[in-house]
């Protein structure tokens, strides 16, 4: 039932915002009912401006799946420094995060089932097992499974059902018969695989402290 009720929450929540989420790890959600959840789902609502830039913020921490702590930490990390605006800054750390990486290689179905192989010591970075989902990983890094992992039910699902195209920052080859990958390139804004306005999420974080 509770893993029904997530399945059914990560449709919602894809539903709620008119868009689909690939780091939910559930495609589909609005072939069948492209409206909002709700009684007057269908009904088109108006929108406030705090509520566009509050649903810009929303969609990033639910296809991270990240909470708002952690969300708000990343943030202070890229608005550090000079250089580069601190929204590119901040995609790049999401994007180059372990969970992230290892979804965005085609390891796994979801964010979440990511976390998970990353979390039970699936995950090798540079030929040692790295197992915090949450780790930033530098250009260049190389990302593999330990032996065994490929055949994990985790794999073998995302393997069957590829959610998104290897994006161009990642490098995908077989060595000894197995995949394993290496980040060749910093992500940027361009790579974040759902609809994203970045003015309107800074805009949402200029006047609050994080």
């Not at 709700?38 to 509520?51: E, F, L, P």
């Not at 991270?64 to 250089?83: H, N």
């Not at 699902?157 to 995949?179: C, H, I, S």
């Amino acid at each position: 039932m509770a893993k029904n009720q997530g399945k059914v929450a990560r449709f919602r929540i894809q539903r709620r915002f008119g868009v689909e989420l690939p780091g939910l790890g559930k495609p589909g959600a609005l072939d069948r009912r492209p409206y909002p959840p709700g009684q007057n789902g269908n009904k088109r609502r108006k929108y406030s401006d705090y509520a566009l830039r509050l649903e810009e913020k929303q969609k990033v921490r639910h296809h991270y799946s990240l909470r708002e702590k952690q969300l708000r930490r990343f943030i202070r990390d890229a608005k550090k420094g000079t250089g580069t605006s601190w929204i590119n800054k901040l995609v790049t750390r999401l994007e180059c995060r372990l969970d992230n990486v290892v979804f965005r290689l085609g390891f796994a179905p979801s964010i979440r089932a990511a976390r998970q192989l990353v979390n039970h010591g699936h995950v090798f970075v540079n030929g040692k097992e790295l197992n915090i989902p949450s780790a930033v990983i530098s250009e260049g890094a190389t990302i593999s499974l330990k032996e065994g992992s490929h055949e994990n039910q985790i794999y073998l699902r995302a393997k069957e059902n590829p959610r998104l195209d290897l994006p161009d920052y990642l490098q995908k080859e077989e060595v000894n018969g197995k995949e394993q990958g290496k980040l060749i390139a910093k992500p940027g804004l361009e790579h974040i695989p759902f609809a994203f306005d970045s003015g309107l999420f800074t805009e949402y974080y200029a006047a609050r402290k994080v």
